[in-house]
């Protein structure tokens, strides 16, 4: 059962997502959002990078569109977006959420992984949130929540509980931006 506080951020989300604001999620959309995430970052649009990361949103789109019964091609309505997303993270379980949104934090982890460990840090942890708008206290509490076992660095697990409380409205704090 969605909650009427995830509607809201899924709602959200779908907003920010439909780049041109046409109402529908194409899979341009989500290639802009790669795009805006790379130029926060400083990364070459040509980067391997960048490629993973458009590479990840592309495979979010497929699934997307393919359980919602749209082609590759198609086009996804918010009342599309808003069934599947929440049916992913209220219904599918914890393991389908992290096989379908486990790309795209990898990708974002490794335009920020400084020193590639496959891990995040606090320092690349503010600037990943500083990519999306989030100050450096506001990022340094973040940090303090989204390290569950308080090791001072956050795995691809520890980011994709993170994203998943926050749909549940478990925590305040938004990765995807």
């Not at 001072?152 to 995807?176: C, I, K, N, P, T």
């Amino acid at each position: 059962m969605i909650t009427a506080l995830a509607n809201e951020r899924l709602k959200k989300r779908f907003d920010k997502w439909d780049a041109d604001a046409n109402g529908q999620l194409e899979r341009a959309d989500f290639t802009e959002e790669a795009a805006k995430i790379a130029h926060a970052f400083g990364k070459a649009p040509d980067s391997r990078e960048v490629q993973a990361l458009r590479d990840a949103f592309d495979g979010l789109f497929d699934y997307l569109a393919r359980e919602s019964g749209v082609p590759a091609d198609g086009a996804l309505s918010q009342g599309d977006f808003l069934r599947v997303t929440g049916n992913l993270i209220f219904k599918e379980g914890e393991a389908q959420f992290n096989r379908v949104l486990g790309p795209v934090v990898k990708a974002i982890i490794g335009i920020c992984d400084k020193n590639a460990d496959g891990r995040i840090n606090a320092e690349e942890f503010r600037a990943w949130l500083s990519g999306i708008g989030v100050n450096g206290e506001e990022a340094r509490d973040a940090f303090a929540r989204v390290d569950t076992d308080g090791d001072g660095e956050l795995s691809l697990e520890e980011l994709l509980a993170a994203v998943r409380d926050y749909h549940f409205g478990r925590l305040e704090v938004e990765l995807l931006g």
